[in-house]
């Protein structure tokens, strides 16, 4: 039986309930430059291309989770090129200016740090060349250095990146999907038995008994989980804030492979033949389907 993910698994969109649609969506469309791929009644689907990063559920009875619970620590969306990642940098510095939390230079990355309007966490970055990665003893070497968000936009903001933070229906460009997605979670242990030894995940770093880095194929991390907030936290109850995080795999076939493992080791797993769906040990819901899933242009 496969115990590893297959290496060109990916992230998924993280679908998000909300209290405020409209106010969500203004914040991940106009400042963050997503595109609207689908809207249906209480839902929003929003990303580049075909491919969805952040789905927005409405669902306004809800209550916001309190301090300290498990669920999403921040959705890592990703571009592909310092100019785009620029050009959103200085869309939500313009629409959103408090939203703006922190940046940091990771070895393997850049990264910029915000709290949309109902408190998730949201970074935005881009990767260096995976050759430019280092590894000692199959870690992935990464670091939390300063970067200066003025330097980087002056360096890299071009004309028409400033165009989308200012002006209206500027279509945004480049390629963005979610790279990664960091939980909080209760306890560092459960988090590696249940991603790496059960999901099929690899650790790629790991910080003490306070965060887990796990990726498939050699990624620096798909996936985080930390203590930082939540340490002790048990199971969520139903709120606003992380609806589902949603992982691809390249098969049909690797699907089935991990519905198998997940019922090997007791996970209760719903497997409806295009998606694998289960709970983490926190109640983090998590999504495997495959890449054909996209939502039509």
Do not use: C, K
């Not at 790496?196 to 887990?212: H, I, K, N, Q």
């Not at 992380?242 to 699907?255: M, Y």
């Amino acid at each position: 039986m496969p115990e590893l993910l297959p290496a060109d698994s990916a992230m998924g969109a993280v679908t998000l309930r909300v209290a405020d649609l409209d106010a969500m969506t203004a914040y991940y469309r106009d400042a963050v430059t997503l595109s609207v791929l689908a809207a249906d009644g209480g839902r929003v689907i929003l990303g580049r291309g075909t491919t969805p990063a952040v789905i927005l559920e409405h669902a306004p009875e809800l209550r916001h989770a309190s301090p300290g619970e498990a669920g999403l620590f921040h959705t890592a969306i990703v571009f592909d090129t310092q100019e785009a990642l620029a050009a959103a940098v200085y869309s939500v510095a313009r629409r959103a200016p408090g939203t703006f939390t922190g940046s940091a230079d990771h070895l393997v990355s850049t990264a910029f740090y915000f709290t949309d309007p109902e408190g998730n966490g949201v970074e935005l970055y881009w990767d260096r060349d995976r050759s430019l990665w280092s590894w000692t003893h199959g870690q992935v070497e990464m670091a939390t250095l300063a970067l200066d968000p003025n330097g980087f936009l002056t360096e890299h903001l071009t004309e028409r990146g400033a165009a989308l933070g200012e002006a209206d229906g500027v279509s945004p460009f480049g390629d963005a999907s979610v790279g990664h997605v960091h939980l909080s979670v209760g306890d560092v242990a459960s988090a590696r038995a249940f991603y790496v030894d059960r999901l099929g995940f690899e650790t790629t770093a790991a910080l003490g008994g306070s965060a887990l880095f796990v990726s498939a194929g050699g990624y620096h991390h798909h996936m985080a989980m930390n203590t930082w907030n939540s340490r002790g936290a048990g199971r969520r109850q139903l709120a606003l804030g992380l609806g589902q995080v949603e992982i691809r795999v390249p098969s049909a076939d690797d699907l089935g492979a991990l519905s198998e493992r997940m019922r090997h080791y007791g996970v209760a797993a719903r497997d409806d033949g295009r998606a694998v769906t289960f709970d983490d040990p926190w109640a983090n819901a998590v999504r495997v389907v495959t890449e054909a899933e996209e939502v039509p242009a």
